[in-house]
């Protein structure tokens, strides 16, 4: 009698660890450029009021 395993499980297993770290990535960079964006119209503003 052999056990055999079921390796789409595993298959699938790492597609959604990949679909999901990948989607987390995206999200993050998403929030980090706006932050950056957020941060760079603070400095153009700032320069703008003192002229």
């Known amino acids: 009698m ?3 395993l079921d390796q789409w499980q ?3 297993a790492a597609l959604a ?3 999901i770290g990948t ?3 995206v ?3 998403l929030l ?3 932050r950056a ?3 760079r119209d603070a400095v153009r503003d700032s320069g703008r009021r003192e002229r």
Do not use: P, S
């Open 2 to 4: 052999h056990e055999k």
């Open 37 to 39: 964006e957020q941060r």
């Open 17 to 19: 660890i990949g679909v």
């Open 32 to 34: 980090a450029m706006h």
């Open 23 to 25: 989607l987390v990535l």
């Open 27 to 29: 999200g993050w960079t």
């Open 10 to 12: 595993f298959v699938m």
